[in-house]
């Protein structure tokens, strides 16, 4: 089990920068895939970023690549989304993901067991 908080959204205007930060309770985060994904109004839950447990391996949507980051410290329990060059169309609720399993990194929300509360991102024009 684990629980994840998110923080750092907030108003941006386009072409700015915001990192966002999951912390996860419980000693077991350094076992587990991190996504994250992100949700629109009216529209699906969608995927952003994912990172291996390790660290090691990062996958991102076509979308993001190039401007957005995601890494983790294991040691702090916390995963980060670095968000640059932001855009009116990246406006959503941001959400991380554990998942457990180690299957290999996964955009689908189905493979992911545990969610956070989500954190707003407005991104001006």
């Known amino acids: 089990q684990v629980q994840l908080v998110e923080s750092g959204g907030g108003l941006v205007q386009a072409g700015g920068s915001l990192r966002l930060s999951c912390a996860a309770s419980?000693?077991?985060?350094?076992?587990?895939?991190m996504g994250w994904f992100r949700q629109a109004p009216g529209k699906e839950r969608e995927f952003v970023a994912a990172?291996?447990?390790?660290?090691?391996?990062?996958y991102y949507a076509d979308s993001v690549k190039g401007r957005f980051t995601i890494s983790r410290d294991n040691a702090k329990n916390t995963v980060y989304l670095q968000m640059n060059s932001l855009k009116p169309g990246d406006t959503a609720v941001y959400y991380c993901?554990?998942?457990?399993?180690?299957?290999?990194?996964?955009?689908?929300?189905?493979?992911?067991?545990?969610w956070g509360q989500g954190t707003q991102v407005t991104v001006s024009s």
């Open positions: 993901a554990a998942d457990p399993a180690r299957g290999g990194l996964s955009t689908t929300t189905r493979a992911y067991s545990y």
């Open positions: 990172i291996r447990w390790s660290g090691g391996s990062t």
């Open positions: 419980g000693r077991t985060f350094s076992r587990y895939d």
